[in-house]
């Protein structure tokens, strides 16, 4: 089993700010805990144009395997955010 490689903006409605139909930045922070990682991306997601994902470890068990429900409202793989992902 081939993961299809997706274009950056494929689902994305064509009315979405171009920011979000551009390739993104990845930006990662890792951290012991309690090592002021939250905080961190608090503070950078004030800014309209930061998503932060919280831990990505857990989104292959929970999200895909379980089809936990995105904040969207929608089970993970059916997401546009995180849909093309897979």
């Not at 939250?38 to 930061?50: A, G, N």
């Not at 831990?55 to 929970?62: A, D, I, M, R, V």
Request: charged share 20%; proline share 7%.
């Amino acid at each position: 089993m081939t993961r299809q490689r997706h274009e950056p903006g494929v689902g994305l409605q064509a009315n979405a700010p171009q920011f979000m139909r551009e390739k993104p930045d990845v930006l990662v922070f890792t951290g012991a805990g309690r090592s002021g990682t939250t905080i961190l991306e608090m503070l950078l997601t004030t800014r309209y144009w930061v998503v932060a994902v919280g831990e990505l470890c857990w989104l292959w068990k929970s999200g895909v395997s379980e089809r936990s429900i995105c904040t969207c409202s929608r089970p993970v793989p059916d997401c546009q955010f995180w849909g093309p992902c897979w």
